[in-house]
């Protein structure tokens, strides 16, 4: 019975294609916060079906993580105090972690761009209560806002984040804050209009997952 042979043109050619699989196994991607870039590194990939990125990712979403003494997994903890454990990937050398199984922990939502190679993460808009003349919106994870004030009303608009509470009027009856509504402005942004009692110079603070307006 005669042995069949790979002849040397046979062979190059299945070694092209097999880097050509390789090569377009991960994608390198960006990750978008609004319009901020997370500078995570190394890049993080696409591999056909989702989107991975180095545990230095979650530092960039107010998150923190203990990896397992073997690797395999890591114990993710939200800015809030949820928590959950994720397989970890080892990709190029470094351990990445899927964004859809770290936002289900951390929450938010996201989007993936194939044309642009970007994956863009809404946050969400959880809760907004007022204490000691204080406006406090707390979101799932840091976030790019704008604000100006108009007469008696401050409005901020949060770029690339969904109102998820159902109070979207919140009557706050205090002595600088009459109340405070909230609303969907584009399918990419949070608004939140601030009626203020009276005349008054603001301040912004981002705190991590908190946006503190006092």
């Not at 395999?72 to 972690?97: C, F, P, R, Y």
């Amino acid at each position: 019975m005669r042995s069949a042979k790979m002849t040397p043109l046979i062979a190059l050619l299945l070694f092209f294609i097999t880097s050509a699989c390789n090569a377009a196994e991960f994608v390198p991607v960006r990750i978008m916060l609004g319009a901020r870039e997370a500078p995570v590194a190394p890049s993080p990939v696409y591999d056909g079906d989702r989107v991975l990125a180095p545990l230095s990712v979650l530092s960039y979403l107010g998150a923190s993580h203990v990896t397992s003494a073997n690797g395999k997994t890591a114990q993710i903890v939200a800015a809030d105090g949820a928590s959950g454990e994720v397989n970890t990937h080892q990709i190029n050398g470094t351990l990445m972690v899927p964004m859809d199984k770290v936002l289900s922990i951390v929450g938010g939502e996201s989007s993936y761009n194939k044309d642009n190679r970007t994956l863009n993460l809404i946050a969400h808009l959880r809760s907004v209560e007022v204490v000691d003349d204080v406006v406090k919106a707390k979101f799932s994870f840091p976030v790019s806002c704008s604000v100006h004030q108009w007469n008696d009303k401050v409005i901020v608009d949060v770029a690339s984040a969904k109102v998820m509470t159902e109070a979207r009027d919140i009557y706050a009856g205090s002595a600088l804050v009459g109340r405070v509504r909230l609303g969907q402005y584009t399918d990419a942004s949070a608004r939140m209009v601030i009626d203020l009692t009276k005349p008054l110079t603001i301040s912004w603070q981002a705190m991590r997952s908190t946006q503190t307006l006092q």
